[in-house]
C-alpha cells in the first residue's frame, strides 16, 4: 500500500484570503493523481500482460472512494470484479494460483484454446465437456479427456491439464512501484493546475 499525506495546515496558511478554497483544491489535486495512476497502471498491464478483456482490467484497477471536499481521501487498488478477487491479484508479488473451488485448477490445452489470445468457449469449459473423464498421471497431474467421433480433433484429446497449484514465476503487476512513481510525477503539477481553477472560481 502507498499512503500520501499532505499537510493542509500549511496548505491553509499558504492561501490566506482563498483559505476555503483548500478543501477543493485538495481534491481536485488528489482525484487527477489516481486517475493519472489508473491510467499508467493499466498502460504497464497491458504492455507486459496478455490482455483479452480490456474493460476486466479497467474494473480491476479501480478508484473508489474518489476524494471529497469533506473527505479528502482516495483509494486506489486492485479490486474486486463483481463477487470475485480480480485475477491480476495474484501477480503482486510471489505468489501461487490455487483452485477458486474444487481441488485443481485446470489449465486449457490448444484444443480448447487454440492461441493464447483467445478466450475459451463456453460450450469448453470443463463443465461443459459432455462424457469427459479424467486420467491420472504419475507425478500429481491429472488430465480432462474427451473422445472426438468426427471432425479437426477426432479421436482422444487432452482438453485440460489439472494441478492443484501452479506457481506464479513470470510477470509482475508492480502495481505499488507503477503507482508511487505516478504519485511521485504527478502530484505536484496537479497541485498546481488545481490551486490556479480554484483561485479563479472563487467567489469574492
Request: glycine share 6%; no cysteine.
Amino acid at each position: 500500500m502507498t499512503t500520501v499525506t499532505i499537510d493542509q495546515a500549511s496548505l491553509t496558511k499558504f492561501a490566506g484570503d482563498f483559505a476555503k478554497q483548500v478543501p477543493y483544491a485538495l481534491s481536485l489535486a488528489i482525484n487527477n493523481t489516481l486517475v493519472d495512476s489508473q491510467k499508467a497502471e493499466i498502460a504497464r498491464v497491458s504492455s507486459g500482460f496478455l490482455i483479452r478483456r480490456a474493460s476486466y482490467l479497467k474494473q480491476s484497477i479501480k478508484i473508489s472512494p474518489f476524494a471529497k471536499k469533506s473527505s479528502l481521501t482516495g483509494i486506489i487498488s486492485v479490486a474486486n470484479v463483481g463477487a470475485y478477487p480480480s485475477v491480476f491479484a495474484k501477480f503482486e508479488g510471489n505468489s501461487t494460483k490455487t483452485p477458486f473451488r474444487g481441488s485443481n485448477i485446470a489449465i486449457p490445452t490448444s484444443y480448447t484454446r487454440p492461441n493464447a489470445s483467445v478466450v475459451v468457449s463456453q460450450g469448453k469449459r470443463p463443465k461443459n465437456l459432455a462424457k469427459a473423464f479424467v486420467i491420472k498421471g504419475s507425478n500429481g497431474e491429472s488430465f480432462l479427456m474427451i473422445r472426438n467421433a468426427k471432425g479437426k480433433y477426432k479421436g482422444l484429446q487432452v482438453a485440460y491439464v489439472l494441478k492443484p497449484s501452479v506457481p506464479i514465476t513470470s510477470h509482475r503487476l508492480s502495481f505499488t512501484d507503477t503507482i508511487t512513481a505516478t504519485i511521485n510525477a504527478r502530484l505536484q503539477t496537479n497541485w498546481s493546475t488545481a490551486w490556479d481553477k480554484a483561485v479563479a472560481t472563487a467567489h469574492p
